[in-house]
């Protein structure tokens, strides 16, 4: 049941070429830093990445981008990275773009078994084109896909060896849908802790649905774009 590995690189060591990975995080709160860097590190290549944003330029998913590892992203928005929007002007990156609720949805399925599903959500533009529609009580549907990994990379403020995980705040967002929608879930925490140590009620993520963890080494914790009142 002891679920812990020493460190990130031990965590990737079976992350090959061509593997889908999903990562969490919103914008830079919540991502895992260590599995990252341990990733760039590694040098795999042609991957398809599923998370929110793909991070900023020289930080957070923006060093794989920068690395050349990237071939392929799913995710809701292009953010502050400046060379993913040029890469995506030049057709370097295969970006497919998903109104973010659905992408929420379409993990959120992958986790619980269910295949696809029907939403109203895009109905009519781009995002619905060459899809399957239906109607329900009057309303049309457009029909999404679930969207699972072969990998999920996941970071927790707190969690024991057995791999129940506990985020802080907003820091949650998609780390624990993410975590269920992957054949293998690695977490990085900040605090790791003998399996008797969490509160049952106050888990997250459940043990069943990680297969590594570890304790990470570092984390910066930037704010991808800080805002502050002016003195008076």
């Known amino acids: 049941m002891n679920k812990a590995v020493s460190s990130a690189d031990e965590a990737v060591s079976d992350v090959f070429d061509g593997a889908t990975i999903m990562v969490g995080g919103f914008g830079l709160c919540g991502i895992p830093e260590n599995l990252i860097r341990a990733l760039v590190k590694k040098g795999v290549k042609n991957l398809t990445t599923i998370s929110n944003n793909v991070g900023v330029d020289g930080f957070g998913m923006g060093l794989l981008l920068a690395a050349g590892q990237i071939t392929r992203h799913i995710g809701t928005y292009v953010g502050e ?13 295969d970006l497919q773009l998903v109104p973010q609720g659905t992408f929420s949805e379409r993990i959120r399925a992958a986790g619980a ?7 109203p959500t895009g109905v009519g533009t781009l995002v619905g084109e060459n899809k399957e529609t239906r109607e329900f009580d009057g309303r049309l549907y457009v029909m999404e896909h679930a969207l699972k990994a072969d990998f999920a990379f996941v970071k927790a403020w707190k969690g024991d060896r057995w791999g129940n995980l506990i985020y802080r705040k907003t820091a949650r967002n998609f780390n624990p849908m993410m975590a269920t929608a992957a054949k293998v879930t690695i977490a990085e925490v900040e605090h790791l802790v003998s399996p008797g140590e969490l509160d049952p009620e106050m888990v997250h993520t459940p043990s069943i649905f990680v297969k590594r963890i570890f304790r990470g080494e570092l984390f910066e914790r930037r704010i991808e774009k800080r805002t502050v009142r002016k003195a008076n």
């Open 81 to 93: 990275n400046k060379l993913l929007e040029t890469m995506v002007i030049e057709n370097k990156i």
């Open 113 to 119: 078994g269910i295949p696809a599903f029907f939403t």
